[in-house]
């Protein structure tokens, strides 16, 4: 009898104390059916999702306009872009591989994307160096050559980026598997194990971080991570599409764009259309949002 009491008295606990935070980590509803295997599922999906997440956080940007004209307006347009992995360099250890070759990684896409600059980390540049995108038939689907005269890059970059970029005119990246990566004739980068940003784009996921092939001529990287090469992302790099708004002022003093931009995101602003009669242009128009509010940008009308 003393058996049979102590078993009521652990059941009623269990249902007391511990039913509730189950329920808590299905969503507080009690939304898992009564089904073993789909309950255990629910449990599994909560405790993974909460685990994976990592918070986005969103800044405004804005500035002032000085000098326009009684009347008259300007339109401003804002681009935002954002890269594919980021690591500090501070903290990252490399590599050097020796002889030609490509290096890269390879990622997946849950739908088509808009791919705006392909990138290198700055540091790399020993040699004319190719940048590609393969696809998973191994097809090239764009390229560019980053000179060591940086013929072509994007000089906006240079001040507040760990690589450099150029642009490859918004193109659309179609949902599937891709492989991006670096060729040089020389000497060339390696793999950096420092910490890993991922990218806030949705919908990209990163497959292999390290991938390699010592071919004289730029070819897809293919080997998978092994103990043979280090672990961790190669130079080669990603930058796509996150955002373009525009805005019209029509008098002078603050103004702020009414969608917010992600931390980590590179923004570049423009003037779209001019005030009549007026030229309007922009300073502190780019940059890359870094844990705080973007409120220095000026434009002047003259």
């Not at 089904?35 to 405790?47: E, G, I, Q, V």
């Not at 696809?135 to 240079?158: E, P, R, Y």
């Not at 949705?202 to 390699?212: E, M, Q, T």
């Not at 992600?262 to 922009?282: E, F, I, K, R, S």
Request: proline residues 3%; contains cysteine; glycine residues 12%.
């Amino acid at each position: 009898m003393q058996i049979q009491a102590n078993m009521k008295k652990l059941r009623l606990g269990f249902l007391v104390v511990v039913m509730p935070l189950i329920l808590a980590a299905c969503g507080g509803d009690g939304s898992c059916d009564a089904n073993f295997y789909s309950f255990k599922n629910c449990l599994n999906s909560s405790s993974s999702s909460s685990s994976s997440s990592v918070p986005v956080v969103y800044y405004p940007l804005g500035g002032n306009v000085a000098g326009l004209g009684a009347g008259k307006s300007v339109k401003l347009s804002l681009v935002t872009t954002h890269a594919a992995v980021a690591f500090a360099a501070s903290s990252a250890s490399t590599a050097t591989f020796t002889g030609a070759g490509t290096v890269g990684w390879s990622f997946s896409l849950d739908s088509s994307k808009t791919l705006t600059h392909l990138g290198l980390y700055n540091t790399d540049l020993n040699a004319d160096t190719t940048v590609g995108v393969w696809n998973s038939g191994g097809t090239l689907v764009k390229s560019v050559i980053f000179t060591t005269s940086l013929t072509g890059v994007d000089l906006d970059d240079l001040s507040n980026s760990n690589f450099l970029w150029m642009s490859v005119s918004n193109l659309t990246l179609d949902a599937g598997q891709y492989t991006i990566g670096g060729f040089s004739s020389a000497d060339h980068f390696g793999a950096y194990t420092g910490s890993v940003i991922p990218s806030v784009v949705a919908g990209f996921n990163i497959v292999k971080s390290s991938l390699i092939s010592f071919i004289g001529s730029p070819t897809k990287p293919t080997t998978a991570e092994s103990s043979t090469y280090p672990h961790g992302f190669f130079g080669p790099n990603l930058r796509f599409l996150t955002g373009d708004q525009q805005i019209t002022v029509d008098a002078n003093g603050a103004f702020t764009f009414p969608t917010t931009i992600a931390d980590g995101d590179h923004y570049l602003l423009t003037v779209n259309t001019q005030p009549t009669g007026q030229v309007c242009v922009v300073a502190n128009g780019s940059g890359t949002v870094s844990g705080a509010g973007v409120t220095n940008i000026l434009v002047t009308c003259t």
